[in-house]
Nanobody, 127 residues
């Protein structure tokens, strides 16, 4: 069983930065690929970024490539999402997710690739 708790969300002006954290429980965390997703009001949950178990491979949605960086610290059981050059369209609830069912090398971009989810943290970008 894995529990995920996100933090670091808030209100920021366009062009600003935020760093989200996702703290995971369980010693097996370090074997899982991890992902970040987001969901804006009235929209479906969408993929943002993913990272493999070693942190050596990452994958990003086109909408955030070059602005967001996903990373992990397995010693701290934590995954991060550094968000720079934020835009109003980045406003959403951000969720981290863990994929415990497949090898930690596979990077999924679909919600059903992940079987554990956090409760989400709100990010609001004002124009």
């Amino acid at each position: 069983q894995v529990q995920l708790v996100e933090s670091g969300g808030g209100l920021v002006q366009a062009g600003g930065s935020l760093r989200l954290s996702c703290a995971a429980s369980g010693r097996t965390f370090r074997r899982y690929a991890m992902g970040w997703f987001r969901q804006a009001p009235g929209k479906e949950r969408e993929f943002v970024a993913a990272i493999n178990w070693t942190g050596g491979s990452t994958y990003y949605a086109d909408s955030v490539k070059g602005r967001f960086t996903i990373s992990r610290d397995n010693a701290k059981n934590t995954v991060y999402l550094q968000m720079n050059s934020l835009k109003p369209e980045d406003t959403a609830v951000y969720y981290c997710a863990a994929d415990s069912r497949r090898t930690g090398y596979v990077l999924g971009s679909r919600t059903y690739d992940y079987d554990y989810w956090g409760q989400g943290t709100q990010v609001t970008v004002s124009s």
